[in-house]
């Protein structure tokens, strides 16, 4: 048997093989001896690999059991004329992504100021209230920070009850 039909288990249809079927080779006995160990090898090989990757997603394949009630996620590709159950519905946020998969949550007010002293030094700080699409979140920063980069939030009423 051929190397190559060895290998793929059929002739060698392509150029790449210039003998015509049942055209003698002068090659060794050695050559094609070592040539179908090395091919019997990297077949056994590939069973091998094969068999791994089959027990691997056998391992991480879950059965889920759901009961009467229960709410899942399922991807669905919409229908023409598709017709769904609005009480089952849930509603997306409109969260704005960026190129590099990211969001921007904004702050919604100032809430709190206060002064942290640190060896010395005074470091002016403000209780941010962000908003996003898991609720409010509430956060200390600091106030040079949120000037530049917010300054609209500094502006009379914004804060909390207090004009800077």
Not at 20 to 41: A, F, N, S
Not at 44 to 70: P, V, W
Request: charged fraction near 30%; hydrophobic fraction near 35%.
């Amino acid at each position: 048997m051929a190397p190559y039909e060895a290998l793929y288990r059929k002739r060698c249809m392509t150029p790449l093989c210039w003998l015509k079927p049942r055209e003698d080779l002068t090659l060794g006995t050695e050559v094609v001896q070592q040539t179908t160990e090395k091919v019997e090898l990297i077949q056994e090989r590939m069973r091998i690999a094969h068999s791994k990757q089959y027990s691997y997603q056998d391992k991480t394949r879950k059965d889920l059991e759901f009961e009467a009630g229960d709410h899942v996620f399922l991807r669905v590709t919409p229908w023409t004329g598709y017709i769904h159950d609005p009480p089952h519905v849930i509603e997306l946020d409109n969260i704005q992504v960026k190129e590099n998969l990211t969001y921007e949550i904004l702050p919604l007010r100032i809430e709190d100021r206060r002064t942290k002293h640190l060896r010395g030094k005074e470091i002016p700080l403000v209780k941010v209230i962000w908003g996003g699409a898991s609720g409010q979140d509430a956060t200390w920063e600091l106030e040079s920070q949120i000037r530049v980069a917010y300054p609209s939030l500094f502006e009379s009423g914004k804060f909390w009850g207090q004009n800077f």
